[in-house]
């Protein structure tokens, strides 16, 4: 198992620095994002999160991701109880053991693709030609080995993707948090994106969220969200 969700629950307050609703938080509505979720990933398998948009997604991928803790519950990571660690323990978590892609790619475009892909590893502390090693590596195992100088600008899409997911495995994670990784491509940009996805399961756990098909199709196992509660989990 490399995480676990027991009874998960993350509500959020609405209106957070609204005068119509008092001073007193426990006075403003709130709006339960996950209730009572329960789910273990284990490595080698990818889990497709499937369900409509506000149904709780993204909330269970940051909490999944430590960037974010339950309200209730328990979320673990690599044997560590996100909610028990500081900020920066979870930074640290995060940097060894998770990779995140998300939707918009979120690259950062003054740098090159090479750059973009070797910033975790400077955050690691790695050394700069080891950097650049692993960072070209990683390029060409998304088949960019040709676009390494370009920047995110020059790059389409589908290629900017591609950099996301090369950054995203610059640490050797355990785990791969995808956000909707296709809902910004085209059809055959996103089935060449699943394609270097259902690469990257062997001794890793993926799990990705979506609502379109081809993504959950990849999937080993798929679990079904309704209103932030789990209405089916593949078994
Ligand atoms: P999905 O990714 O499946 O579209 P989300 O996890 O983004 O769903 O959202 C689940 C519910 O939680 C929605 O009702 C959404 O409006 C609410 N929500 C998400 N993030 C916040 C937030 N930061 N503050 C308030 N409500 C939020
Ligand atoms: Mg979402």
Same mark, same amino acid.
């Given at each position: 198992?490399?995480?676990?969700?027991?009874?998960?629950?993350?509500?959020?307050?609405?209106?957070?620095?609204?005068?119509?609703?008092?001073?007193?938080?426990?006075?403003?509505?709130?709006?339960?994002?996950?209730?009572?979720?329960?789910?273990?990933?284990?490595?080698?398998?990818?889990?497709?999160? !499937?369900?409509?948009?506000?149904?709780?997604?993204?909330?269970?991928?940051?909490?999944?991701?430590?960037?974010?803790?339950?309200?209730?519950?328990?979320?673990?990571?690599?044997?560590?109880?996100?909610?028990?660690?500081?900020?920066?323990? +979870?930074? +640290?978590?995060?940097?060894?053991?998770?990779?995140?892609?998300?939707?918009?790619?979120?690259?950062?475009?003054?740098?090159?693709?090479?750059?973009?892909?070797?910033?975790?590893?400077?955050?690691?502390?790695?050394?700069?030609?080891?950097?650049?090693? &692993?960072?070209?590596?990683?390029?060409?195992?998304?088949?960019?080995?040709?676009?390494?100088?370009?920047?995110?600008?020059?790059?389409?899409?589908?290629?900017? $993707?591609?950099?996301?997911?090369? +950054? !995203?495995?610059?640490?050797?994670?355990?785990?791969?948090?995808?956000?909707?990784?296709?809902?910004?491509?085209?059809?055959?940009?996103?089935?060449?994106?699943?394609?270097?996805?259902?690469?990257? !399961?062997?001794?890793?756990?993926?799990?990705?969220?979506?609502?379109?098909?081809?993504?959950?199709?990849?999937?080993? &196992?798929?679990?079904?969200? $309704?209103?932030?509660?789990?209405?089916?989990?593949?078994?």
């Amino acid at each position: 198992m490399i995480a676990d969700c027991e009874n998960v629950t993350r509500t959020y307050t609405r209106g957070g620095n609204s005068r119509f609703f008092g001073s007193s938080s426990n006075d403003r509505p709130t709006v339960t994002a996950l209730e009572d979720v329960s789910l273990t990933v284990h490595r080698g398998e990818i889990i497709g999160l !499937a369900g409509p948009s506000g149904s709780g997604k993204s909330t269970l991928l940051h909490l999944l991701a430590a960037l974010d803790t339950p309200t209730d519950g328990t979320v673990t990571v690599d044997g560590k109880d996100t909610s028990t660690l500081s900020g920066r323990e +979870r930074t +640290r978590l995060r940097l060894t053991t998770i990779g995140i892609v998300f939707q918009r790619f979120h690259l950062l475009p003054a740098l090159s693709a090479k750059s973009n892909v070797a910033l975790p590893l400077v955050e690691q502390g790695l050394g700069k030609r080891a950097r650049h090693d &692993r960072a070209t590596d990683l390029l060409e195992k998304v088949g960019l080995g040709d676009r390494a100088t370009h920047k995110p600008g020059e790059l389409s899409g589908g290629e900017q $993707q591609r950099v996301a997911i090369a +950054r !995203a495995l610059a640490t050797d994670p355990d785990l791969i948090i995808a956000d909707e990784p296709t809902g910004e491509l085209d059809t055959e940009t996103a089935g060449a994106i699943l394609e270097v996805f259902e690469g990257l !399961a062997n001794d890793r756990a993926v799990v990705v969220a979506s609502h379109d098909d081809p993504t959950l199709a990849i999937a080993d &196992r798929r679990i079904d969200l $309704q209103d932030g509660r789990v209405v089916s989990n593949g078994d």
